[in-house]
């Protein structure tokens, strides 16, 4: 079966600091990858999704970045948090039905 | 860019009650998620459906494609219901089905 890993589960970081999250997907090949971020009090929005390795389609224009090295590998990064960075962030992917499956999520906190 | 809209935004039941959550929607769609998201944030995928009724143990989901509307049913509701319930959808009918809009999520709680 599928399964998806993110990590850190939670992370607290000073403004300007940089930020890696990784995220894997087991069981599937060639899956659709989507980073989305949940700020407090909000719902969801879509901030990168990938098709394959190294395909990125940015939806909101910010100082985050994704990259995509692997097939089931999914990367989220920063050179400089800002404070509206902070929220919790969702790692998804999905197959050919485009039913999303989403990680566990990790919080991030800028102070 | 499809809108989506969820209602009630608060829902407070008390245990056994029969829960409606409804969603609408403003461009057609292939198909609408329903997603419960739990007080961890932890998200699970409840329901993808394109058409009629989907059922699952205790909920329902059911969708009509002409009105733009759906909802999501929950009977004989337990204080283990209580969570947030997103539907999202397509963001645009010419776009990827990959690309979702969600609404902003219906806070249930049930009351022993």
């Known amino acids: 079966s599928q399964t998806i890993h993110q990590w850190p589960a939670t992370l607290v970081q000073p403004v300007g600091s940089p930020l890696s999250l990784e995220c894997t997907v087991e069981g599937t090949s060639n899956p659709n990858l989507y980073w989305y971020r949940q700020a407090a009090g909000r719902g969801l929005q879509l901030l990168f999704y990938s098709v394959g390795i190294g395909q990125i389609s940015s939806e909101v224009p910010q100082n985050l970045s994704a990259s995509r090295p692997q097939d089931r590998q999914f990367i989220l990064s920063s050179k400089k948090l800002l404070l509206s960075d902070s929220g919790f962030y969702l790692c998804?992917?999905?197959?050919?039905?485009?039913?999303?499956?989403f990680g566990p999520g990790t919080r991030l906190t800028v102070l | 860019k499809n809108e989506v809209e969820q209602s009630p935004q608060n829902l407070t039941a008390q245990e056994g009650e029969f829960i409606t959550i409804n969603c609408s929607y403003s461009?057609?769609?292939?198909?609408l998620h329903w997603l419960q998201q739990h007080p961890g944030g932890g998200i699970v995928s409840l329901f993808m459906?394109?058409?009629g009724k989907k059922k699952h143990g205790r909920l329902i989901a059911t969708i009509n494609i002409q009105e733009k509307h759906s909802s999501l049913h929950i009977t004989a509701s337990h204080p283990r219901d209580s969570a947030v319930y997103i539907c999202a959808v397509p963001s645009s009918i010419t776009g990827s089905a990959r690309q979702l809009t969600f609404g902003s999520g219906t806070q249930l709680t049930v009351l022993p």
């Open positions: 461009v057609g769609i292939s198909a």
């Open positions: 459906l394109s058409s």
């Open positions: 998804a992917w999905s197959g050919p039905t485009n039913e999303q499956f």
